[in-house]
């Protein structure tokens, strides 16, 4: 495609209940990452792949997230156990760090709207 | 301490003014400064980058580099309402080390 492609866009869930967000990146950008995003607030930083190999998870809020790149192009991020602290925009990023790993652009998906009740 | 810091805002500026935009790192590691643009209800998207001390120009929008007081800013020339948005600071470290960081982000509102 031609963008990054999140989906669903909206997810309402009930507490407690298990929210899978899925992410495709543009074809052939070797890193992905996930952030989240509450309103008034700037992208929090949760995890990033390159290929399917996850770099960094330092921004995993606990262990009831976690999230998958197994061939390293779609993505997974899962949330278990909702909570009402968990609502928030999802956003996924990706990016093909030229030589040198500078002039990293991220291309940003629409996000998912995740609401916890 | 915040990794990025900014002032939220909301900072108004007259059409056709010159908007100044400011953000501080803490990590004195950091070696990649962006600015992303978020309008509201959208996705961030890069407007500038910056690795070297100094000025960087591109069109109207002019990005600053001060490592040695890990200071960072944006200023944007003959500011249009299409301009209004939130700016998001954002750093990344050096090497091959690929988190990127970001500041709250500061509004900014052009008055007509």
Not at chain 1, 22 to 38: E, F, K, N, T
């Amino acid at each position: 495609g031609a963008g990054v492609s999140q989906s669903p866009r909206y997810k309402v869930t009930k507490r407690g209940q298990d929210v899978a967000l899925r992410c495709d990146p543009i074809s052939g950008h070797v890193s992905l990452y996930w952030y989240r995003q509450a309103l008034g607030q700037g992208p929090e930083f949760l995890t990033y792949f390159n290929y399917e190999a996850q770099q960094d998870k330092s921004g995993l809020p606990n262990d009831r997230f976690s999230a998958e790149r197994p061939e390293g192009s779609i993505s997974t991020l899962t949330i278990q156990r909702t909570e009402q602290r968990d609502s928030a925009m999802y956003r996924c990023a990706s990016s093909r760090p030229p030589q040198g790993f500078f002039n990293e652009k991220l291309f940003f998906g629409s996000g998912t709207q995740l609401s916890v009740l | 301490q915040k990794e990025v810091e900014q002032n939220s805002g909301p900072l108004s500026v007259p059409e056709g003014a010159i908007a100044s935009l400011n953000c501080t790192y803490s990590d004195r590691g950091s070696q990649s400064f962006f600015w992303y643009r978020q309008y509201s209800g959208k996705s961030p998207e890069l407007i500038m980058s910056i690795y070297s001390n100094g000025d960087k120009e591109d069109g109207r929008f002019t990005a600053q580099l001060n490592k040695a007081s890990q200071y960072v800013s944006l200023l944007i020339r003959d500011s249009q309402p299409s301009d209004s948005a939130t700016y998001l600071c954002a750093v990344k470290r050096s090497g091959g080390y690929q988190k990127v960081t970001f500041g709250i982000g500061t509004k900014l509102q052009v008055i007509p």
